[in-house]
Structure formats: structure tokens, C-alpha cells
């Protein structure tokens, strides 16, 4: 069993960052072969497509692991078509293209152009072994939106999230450099204002079309935007002006091409900051759900506890359990 088992089956989120971690190269995204992968797909079988997107040329699905491993177990994997890049133009696009006519009108044609496998990488991301989470976390489903208040926050959602069990001992294990360090691009380090920035297991590194990266402060306590009031401001500005010079030093984007913002609700609650090329249609830039990180600033700067007081909308999945509670209170 302990040869199948992933280091990583924690939470949702950059949980499966982990678990992706080690086929990103390194920190400057270099072209060194990445270790062959422990888990093993001979032993996957699929029970179903959670999910998929056309648009983004992604899949999510569920299955089980058994046979070598023993008991069958869940897993989630994420397919994910990787973005053109420059240098590997000239391979796809050489005499050599295997490349098939399938339509052609006047001046137009379409074809399907048949890749070589190394210039055909398929992105992929494995949670296993993956909770009943993790599985309804990727199952497409309903959306509603939810106007929070303060009195909200303080009456159902605070308590929902106090009677739930969210590790974040992965977290914890970035901070302490037990896991990932080599992909760190910048820490600082002070306990109360510092913060370690990482590349998020959504970007490989290969190029900055859709460069993602996270910033995990170190001060722990700090769960959400609910949280936050001006003593924070310290911390947020550290993050904001080193995470823009930390991108810009490393992989030459202005903090001009840079879409720096915070989740509400979060995937995990421990505060941190996404970082994403402006291009990029990042999943979760959603007007519901993003708060740009110069808006919390100046929002603390003019009102200390505003976040505290103003009613925040964000969106839940149908089954959500905290969807539920706000039925139950009559909220929706």
C-alpha cells in the first residue's frame, strides 16, 4: 500500500498543487526530465466524468484505484491541455507535421495536425486518496448566490466553519519548508507580516501566459477577508509590493500584466493571495468571488473593520452544507 499512497491527500485546492509539485522542474521553469510518478494508472478505473470544459480543454474525473494497491480506493484526476509555447513552434510546424486535411474552401482549410508525443503533454493532476470532498468539490452542479452580512458571518457561517474538520497541515508543511521548498520563488520571512510565494499547481512555469502563483502568509490565525482589519494592513502591503517585485525579478511580468487578489470564500482557510497574469482566465476571477488586493488595502485604509461590517456576496455549490444553513435560517 505505501508505494500507491501520494504524500499529499489533504485539502482541495493547492493539495493538488502538491501533488503536482514535482513535474513542474524547477523554480525558473527549466527543462530537466521530472521524476516518473508513483502513482499508477495501470490501477485506475473510471467511474465517471465529474466535469469538463471545452473552453479550457479540461476534465475531471473520478475513479478507483485498486488492484496492486489492495481495497479500492477514490481518486480524482485532472486532465488539462498545456498552452503553445514558442521555443516548440518550430518542431509542431516543421516539414516533418503529420498533418491531415479535413475540410478546405477558396483560401480556407481546416486540418487535424497530429503532434509528437513529446510536443503533446497533457497536463495532470491527481488527488488520491480523494474524500467525498474532493469528489462533489469537481461535480458540476448548481450555483447560488449568497449575500452575507456581518450578522450572517457571525450567526451561520462562523460556526458551520468551526463544527468542520479542514486540515491544513499541507500548509503548514510549505511554511516550515517540509514540502516544496525548491519551488519557493520569494519568502519573507518575519512570523507576523512575511509570506512565501509559490508557483500554484495550475502553472507549469513554461511560460507566463498563464503564470499563477500563491501567496501564503506566515501569520496563522488569519482565516479569510473576514478577518482582516487594519492591523493586517502591514502584512498585505508586504505581500502586494514584494510579490510584485519577487514576479518581476523572476520571470520578467511588470506588476501592470499582474492580477493580484483574495477568495471569499476560500478553498482553505489559512489567508492567502493569488497572483495571475492579467490574460489569463483564471478560474475564480469571478466578480463574486475575487476582492483585488489594492481594493482590501485602500477599503482597510478608509475603515479599519470593514470587513467586519460589509456584506460580502459569494456563490455555493447546490449541496453545498453551508448553503443549507443559510436555507435553514431563512437567509435565502
Not at 144 to 158: R, S
Not at 197 to 210: A, E, G, M, T
Request: hydrophobic share 35%.
Amino acid at each position: 500500500m505505501a508505494e500507491c499512497v501520494m504524500d499529499n491527500a489533504a485539502e482541495p485546492e493547492l493539495k493538488k498543487h502538491k501533488a503536482n509539485g514535482s513535474g513542474d522542474g524547477d523554480g525558473d521553469g527549466g527543462a530537466a526530465e521530472a521524476p516518473r510518478s508513483r502513482f499508477n494508472l495501470s490501477s485506475f478505473r473510471l467511474e465517471k466524468i465529474l466535469r469538463g470544459s471545452a473552453r479550457d480543454k479540461t476534465v475531471f474525473v473520478h475513479g478507483k484505484v485498486g488492484e496492486d494497491c489492495g481495497d479500492d480506493e477514490d481518486a480524482v484526476i485532472i486532465l488539462e491541455k498545456t498552452p503553445f509555447r514558442e521555443e516548440t513552434l518550430p518542431q509542431l510546424l516543421s516539414k516533418n507535421a503529420d498533418l491531415r486535411l479535413q475540410m478546405q474552401n477558396d483560401i480556407y482549410s481546416t486540418h487535424h495536425l497530429h503532434a509528437p508525443s513529446a510536443l503533446n503533454e497533457i497536463k495532470t493532476t491527481v488527488v488520491y486518496p480523494a474524500t467525498e470532498k474532493h469528489i462533489n468539490k469537481y461535480m458540476q452542479q448548481e450555483m447560488h448566490l449568497v449575500n452575507e452580512t456581518a450578522d450572517d458571518y457571525k450567526n451561520i457561517t462562523a460556526p458551520y466553519l468551526q463544527s468542520q474538520s479542514f486540515s491544513i497541515q499541507w500548509v503548514y508543511n510549505i511554511l516550515e519548508k517540509k514540502a516544496e521548498a525548491d519551488r519557493i520563488i520569494h519568502e519573507h520571512p518575519d512570523p507576523k507580516n512575511g509570506f512565501i510565494l509559490i508557483p500554484d499547481f495550475k502553472w507549469n512555469q513554461k511560460q507566463v501566459d498563464d503564470l499563477y502563483a500563491i501567496a501564503i502568509a506566515h501569520r496563522r490565525g488569519v482565516k479569510s477577508l473576514r478577518d482582516l482589519t487594519a492591523e493586517h494592513l502591514p502584512m498585505l502591503q508586504t505581500i502586494l509590493q514584494e510579490g510584485q517585485m519577487a514576479i518581476f525579478k523572476r520571470y520578467n511580468v511588470p506588476k501592470s500584466r499582474l492580477r493580484i487578489y483574495l477568495h471569499y470564500q476560500p478553498s482553505y482557510y489559512h489567508l492567502h493571495v493569488h497572483f495571475t497574469a492579467v490574460g489569463y482566465d483564471a478560474p475564480g476571477t469571478m466578480v463574486e468571488r475575487a476582492h483585488l488586493l489594492s481594493s482590501v488595502i485602500e477599503n482597510l485604509q478608509l475603515e479599519p473593520e470593514y470587513y467586519q461590517k460589509q456584506t460580502l456576496t459569494f456563490a455555493l455549490k447546490a449541496d453545498d452544507p453551508l448553503l443549507q444553513k443559510f436555507k435553514e435560517e431563512g437567509r435565502l
